[in-house]
């Protein structure tokens, strides 16, 4: 019965941390004081390591620390907490770094399916290199391209209206 609840509590814990990137992505790395680590993510480069990078050392560190609190209370349910923020990070890590920018050492670019899906989301989120009007703020469940497509389409049309006389 424990594995159970162990599983379920993993899983809804993997599903709530997309809610958590999505909110920590669009209001604190696309915030006033956040941006300065996101900044180089979006601006193009031939680094080999950004200063967002260190966002995912913070995500890592938390990771860590959950798992330690787990092992030094002997709670099951923290236990679960720490593999469902952990397993996050993994997919995030897959998705974000290796499918979307390929920062892995070889080269696979899914053609079709929800994978493609995930790139081209994300893709679309650098579309914008500042800190305003980016869209798919999201890294595991993503949107309908169409429908991102639609809205950045719009936002520079207004953009444009402000600026003709
Ligand atoms: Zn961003
Ligand atoms: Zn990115």
Redesign the pocket.
Known sequence: MLVLWFTALTVAVFFLMEGVAWLT?RYV??GPIGWAW?RD??EPHDKMFEVNDLYGVVGALGGISLFVLAWLTGLWWIRAIALGVTLYGVVYAFVHDGLVHQRWPFHWMPRNGYARRLVQAHKL??AVQTRDG?VS?GFVLAPNPHRLNAILKARRAERLGDIAP
Do not use: E, Y
Request: aromatic share 10%; proline share 0%; charged share 0%.
């Open positions: 992505h790395m696309h996101h993510h979006h989120h650098h980016a703020f």
